[in-house]
Each structure stands twice: as C-alpha cells, then as structure tokens.
C-alpha cells in the first residue's frame, strides 16, 4: 500500500521507481518510469450527522473541536456512554495526536477514560486537511460500582510518545469539559 498525501491536489503525476542512496550502487541507475497516474482531488470530510451541542474550542492553532453528541445524558454503573467529538483542523498538523476523553466525578477524580488515535486509529490528525470536519466516535465503559451522581466529561489531545498536550487556545488549560454533564443512576 502506498500513502498518498490527502494535501495532494489533483493533477497527473508520474509513477516512478527507484533505488534510495545508500543501496547497492551497482545497481543504482536512477529513476525508472512506471507510468502515470491520475489523481481527483481529494473532497473534504463531512460528517454523516450533526452535533447536538455545538462549540467553538480550539487546541493550539491546530484544531478545533465544534461539537458534540451523547448517546445518552444518563447512563447506569457498568454501562457504556457514547460519545461523538466534532473535530475541524485549522491547519496542518504535522503531527499524530491522541485523543482522551475523562470522566470524572464532582471532586475532579477519574472514574473511566478512553484514549485513542482518533476513529479507533482510521483517521490520524497527520491525515486531517482544514476544510474537513473529523467525525470522532468513542464508546466509555463505566465501572460497575460507580456511585450515582453528575459526572463531567473531559476532552483534549497528546502526543502519545511525550504525554504533551495540545492547550486549549487562550484559555491556559490543556483540555475541555463538555457543557452538559453525566448522570449516573
């Protein structure tokens, strides 16, 4: 499989073959012409539906998360909560972030997490082209003894070899917690 760079624009392009330095130079005769391809532009990403809560958050200059949707505002212990992030690159992200979603309880402690390269690895942010809107679906397992209760949601991005996060644009933070909470019952 070859990767293609979705900033690629459309066009007719060679398909060449050749030795990298270093190899056998007795064989190394330079490029060879294989043909030529054709390429349609790539069409931006869309999402297939709509967020029920819609934001306005940047990370960095990089990316922006523009909403959200909950498959349900309650949820029961040892159940699952879906979660939908709404993701719109600003620009170019030269690097591969992973996503965290927390969820915590009213005194800030973790109580279930899911981090993952975004679209359970499909779709890395290096693959993200602004103008495309990243449709981004998580599925949270709750323990099975969570306690009732309001429960927040909390979002952001890392670089997952560091642990750096992206911060949050002009807001002196490295995540978000989504508007609507969590009720555990």
Known sequence: NLAIDPRLPGGSYRWTVALRPGSDAALATGAVELGRVTMAPRPALQPTSQPQHTMDTGFGDLVRLSGYSLSDERASPGGTLGLTLYWTPLNDIGEGYSMFVHVVDA???LVAQRDSVPCDGKCPTTSWVPGDTIEDHY???LPKELPP?????????????SGQRLPVAGAGEDSVTLPKHLTVK
């Open 139 to 141: 599925e949270i397992s």
């Open 107 to 109: 005194g800030g402690k």
């Open 149 to 161: 209760g309001q429960y927040q949601i909390v979002v952001g991005l890392y670089l997952p070899v």
